[in-house]
């Protein structure tokens, strides 16, 4: 009996150091009357409120939990479920200053006695922080846009006076035509990294349409904007059914699978012909496509870098390309909440694996 009490005092004294020492707010409440036992000398500083103007109140009598209704709602929520979270919750210090939470409570029997220990986390510079990356991320994104969107233009004009030139003066040298189909390459190379960027700028740009689609026929629609590279490169593209419905943005969907199948015909393998197969089957918590491919293959050192923007593994003598097919992939499924990932055997070919959540319908 004696080592028993003994072990509860020791108990009880770690306990009573984390509760002191711990970098959270921690309120206790008693879970039958909601009048407040004890709070931690961190919720005491966040707040401002002495240890005395908490001790013996109900909640909703104390200054931070002054909205009576929404406290007293929030107490018989976790009378009845338990552990409740608000990863948001706005508290009122001794100063009227708001402040943004994490509230996460559980229930606990102490000596028979029900208690509710809320723990407390001051989340009000995350999220300033938060807000502040995001409308850095739209400026960047609407710049990126217009800039993009405004470089077109004396590109489209930089080519088609050196078109001018080319076919208004045929007496020029052979050295200096050379020159004029290296500044023209250039002008092309320059506009297909352009339309590239403006294409990776809107994705994202706005909420994506979540609806029911037919993969199937976004299938169909990417295999038919790619008819002419199919045709002339001899391709064997095909779907394995079943395709199901999933949600997701139609557009979107169909330009993934669209960048995924092109990318596997562009580095097809040079002694066969190029076979793509699109497939998908249910994995936990959603869809899993797969494109797969008998192509040239990626050494597994590369399996991150080439999600990355303008990250090439490959000359442009050897294959064309801007470096920003991929991470255009990687934006779209990201706007999706999914993931997206390779795996391949150099010289055999690629899978490009990616998944869709079950997420609900948006307008």
């Known amino acids: 009996m004696i080592n028993e009490i003994n072990l509860l005092r020791v108990s009880e004294s770690r306990y009573r150091r984390l509760f002191e020492t711990a970098l959270d707010g921690i309120l206790l409440l008693n879970a039958d009357t909601a009048q407040i ?37 929030m ?28 509230f996460i409570s559980n229930i606990y029997d102490c000596a028979g006695v029900k208690v509710i220990q809320c723990n407390i986390r001051d989340i009000t510079d995350r999220k300033r922080a938060e807000k502040q990356l995001a409308d850095s991320n739209i400026e960047l994104e609407q710049f990126a846009y217009v800039a993009s969107h405004d470089l077109r233009e004396p590109l489209r004009m930089i080519n088609s006076y050196l078109s001018l030139l080319e076919r208004n003066n045929p007496q020029h040298s052979e050295e ?60 064997d593209v095909c779907k394995i059914a079943p395709m199901p419905k999933v949600m997701a943005d139609r557009g979107e969907l169909t330009r993934l699978l669209q960048n995924l199948i092109g990318n596997a015909i562009k580095y097809r393998h040079p002694e066969r012909r190029s076979v793509v197969q699109v497939s998908c089957q249910p994995c936990e918590g959603g869809w899993k496509f797969a ?45 999706h909440e999914g993931t997206i990932w390779v795996e391949s055997v150099p010289g055999q070919g690629s899978t490009f694996f990616f998944t869709l959540p079950l997420l609900r319908a948006t307008k």
């Not at 908490?54 to 406290?71: C, T």
């Not at 994506?208 to 904007?225: G, H, Q, R």
């Open 37 to 73: 036992e004890d709070v931690n000398p961190y919720l005491i500083a966040m707040l401002g409120y002495s240890h005395v103007e908490f001790l013996g109140k109900k909640l909703w009598e104390v200054g931070p939990f002054a909205d009576i209704a929404q406290s007293k709602e």
């Open 291 to 335: 494109v797969a491919d008998n192509g040239i293959g990626i050494g597994s050192e590369h399996y991150e870098r080439i999600f990355r923007i303008f990250q090439r593994l490959h000359g442009r003598d050897q294959y064309e390309g801007t470096g920003i097919g991929l991470a255009i992939c990687k934006k779209i499924v990201e706007h």
């Open 176 to 235: 200096s035509k050379k020159y004029l189909r290296f500044a023209k390459n250039g002008a092309v190379r320059m506009d297909h990294l352009v339309v590239a960027l403006l294409e990776l700028s809107r994705v994202g740009a706005n909420s994506p349409c979540i609806v029911p689609v037919d993969s199937a026929a976004a299938t169909d629609d990417a295999i038919s904007n790619l008819a002419s590279l199919i045709e002339k490169t001899d391709s």
């Open 75 to 102: 107490f018989s929520k976790i009378q009845t479920e338990g552990r409740v979270r608000y990863d948001n919750l706005p508290l009122r210090t001794i100063t009227g200053t708001l402040v943004q939470v994490e």
